[in-house]
């Protein structure tokens, strides 16, 4: 049996230019469309929560030794526990702040949800219920949030005062301060892990005000906003260090030998590695495979007898590369605590000491590439399937009088939208495993030529172009949505 790619129509933007006077590019009508009075509003309200967020940032958790936090990180340097964090969390450890959790709390619960709507009756029959049982599946969201929260602050103080390498003391073991014994006051720790929590809770509230008043999904919004505000900074460490600017400095005397230095040329492949990782990023997202519909009842009354089923390349988004992350990461939290419970000269002991030297603690080895590569195609595939539900939309076609030309309602149907899905899924797993796995082989293939590990690899990756992209490419689409909108409103 032949293995075919489906072909693909990636929907790229389409500007129209006329010397006509009624007739106006996109652009223009876009630029005419922010600055009316509705969408001016929303904008502003987006921005002012945005501004919110970013002020609680700066306000540091009650009980961090912040003088610890400072004396280590006083260079802007990126350690290992910035760079487990950030994938702990969604965001750097910019600082220790009562939000420093971030909104990843309240997309893994949403996650959760989601997954389990497959699995449970009760909440299957819920969201084919429409807006009351979508608001019953974000009320059940909103309380998953809750104990995740605080499971999360746990790990978040847990993570921060220890090596994620090696489970013993970091530079930061007395972020926290503790008891004269050397231990940790658990009222403290406790108290600490609710005032988290509670940041985390905040912030939902925050980004559901977003969605409802301003523009854009409130959770992607700030996630986004959390990415992009930690970029300036670890370009100026990286500049910083390399001495790009007197290696520019000797260019403008003459000396161009400076222009073929191993760092100018890191530099160059960076911002061109950036420049093609977001245009096959947009590429990605914006593929789709449509899908011909027809409709028999329709015919009959002289209506629309035709419409589309459009399937993305990339179905599931960047929730395979956040699981395969997690799984990964898991190692590293569980292990340390493993093995302060079991012997270390029993079997088991020595064991999990064999782990410590294995690639699951290095993400420079080729190993841990291929196995990330593996798990987000996996992943890819099974998530497709709970994201699309063939079944179901085989069920609701034959329902609505609507088949594919050629395809006979029911179970050919589902089998056929199963194996075009599959096919698009797998292409699109490859692209998005590479996608994930280029920051990691460029950070490891810059350090051997510069010597240099660049700390822009810690707020920029596979996921993080994917997310940004993801929410640029969504706002524009909702800001098109309501200029359609306000066309019709003209002659309503």
């Known amino acids: 049996m032949r293995f075919k790619l489906p072909k693909l129509k990636i929907g790229l933007p389409r500007f129209r230019f006329t010397t006509s006077t009624k007739s106006y590019n996109s652009q223009t009508s876009l630029w005419r469309l922010i600055f009316t009075k509705e969408v001016g509003k929303k904008i502003l309200f987006t921005l002012f929560i945005v501004f919110i967020y970013r002020l609680l940032s700066a306000v540091p958790l009650p009980g961090i030794n912040m003088d610890v936090y400072l004396q280590q990180f006083a260079d802007k340097s990126s350690s290992q526990i910035n760079y487990f964090l950030t994938v702990f969390t969604g965001g750097s450890l910019e600082t220790p702040s009562i939000v420093g959790l971030g909104i990843g709390v309240y997309i893994t619960a949403s996650i959760i949800i989601q997954l389990l709507s497959s699995i449970v009756p009760r909440l299957e029959e819920l969201s084919k219920e429409g807006n009351r049982g979508k608001q019953v599946i974000d009320q059940y969201t909103r309380y998953l949030t809750v104990p995740l929260s605080f499971v999360y602050s746990i790990g978040y103080l847990f993570l921060a005062t220890q090596d994620p390498t090696t489970g013993q003391a970091s530079p930061l073991s007395n972020l926290i301060p503790r008891l004269p014994d050397g231990s ?31 523009i854009g999904n409130g ?46 040329v890191a530099v160059y492949l960076i911002a061109i590695g950036i420049i093609v990782l977001t245009i096959g990023t947009v590429i990605m997202s914006e593929s ?40 990964l990461t898991f190692p590293r939290v569980i292990i340390p605590i493993l093995e302060r419970i079991v012997d270390p000269v029993s079997e088991v002991g020595r064991f999990l ?25 996996l992943l890819s595939l099974l998530y497709a399937n709970i994201a ?27 089998s056929y939208i199963s194996i075009t899905l599959l096919r698009l899924t797998f292409a699109g797993s490859i692209f998005l495993g590479v996608i994930a796995l280029i920051p990691l082989v460029a950070g490891s293939a810059l350090f051997q030529l510069s010597g240099y590990q660049f700390t822009l690899f810690s707020a920029i990756g596979g996921t993080s172009i994917l997310i940004v992209v993801g929410v640029i490419l969504d706002t524009i689409r909702q800001l098109q949505s309501l200029r359609a909108t306000q066309s019709y409103e003209r002659y309503l």
């Open 388 to 414: 699309l539900k063939p079944e179901q939309v085989a069920e609701n076609l034959q329902k609505s009088g609507g088949f594919i030309p050629g395809i006979r309602p029911g179970k050919t149907t589902e």
């Open 353 to 377: 000491s064999s782990l410590n030297t294995s690639f699951l603690f290095d993400s420079t080895q080729p190993a841990y590439w291929v196995i990330y590569f593996v798990a987000i195609m």
């Open 184 to 214: 940790f006051s658990i009222p403290r720790v406790l108290f600490m892990a609710l005032v988290l929590t509670a940041g985390s809770l905040f912030l939902m509230w925050l980004s559901e005000l977003i969605t409802e008043n301003g």
């Open 219 to 264: 959770s992607s919004i700030l996630i986004m906003v959390s990415i992009l505000s930690n970029v300036p900074a670890f370009i100026g460490n990286d500049l910083s260090a390399l001495n790009i600017a007197g290696a520019i400095g000797q260019v403008f005397q003459g000396r161009f030998e400076f222009l073929t230095d191993p760092s100018m």
């Open 288 to 327: 789709t495979r449509k899908i011909q519909i027809q409709y028999a009842r329709r015919e009959r009354m002289g209506g629309e007898t035709e419409s589309v089923l459009p399937l993305k390349l990339n179905q599931s988004g960047v929730l395979p590369i956040i699981f395969a992350s997690a799984l």
